[in-house]
């Protein structure tokens, strides 16, 4: 009886886990397509929480430190 009420448990807690993947999926859906569409990378940082980053940023930076320019030098327009 003890090992059937903690498989129970354990099932509604998977349940439960599913159901909140879904959601935050369902909730960043637009999102998420849209950033792929751009090429660009997307990290899931939590309910409803992403991080959205440009690989382009990755190569300026590298073309910046190839030059010899400072990364964290501030670019006049």
Do not use: H
Not at 11 to 17: F, N, Q
Not at 28 to 41: H, I, K
Not at 55 to 72: M, N, T
């Amino acid at each position: 009886m003890y090992v059937q009420s903690i498989n129970g448990i354990s099932g509604i807690k998977t349940r439960l886990a599913r159901l909140i993947d879904r959601a935050d999926d369902e909730l960043c859906m637009d999102q998420d397509e849209w950033a792929y569409r751009l090429g660009w990378t997307v990290e899931r940082t939590g309910f409803g929480a992403r991080r959205y980053r440009n690989p382009l940023f990755d190569l300026q930076k590298a073309e910046r430190i190839y030059a010899g320019g400072d990364v964290g030098e501030n670019v006049a327009a």
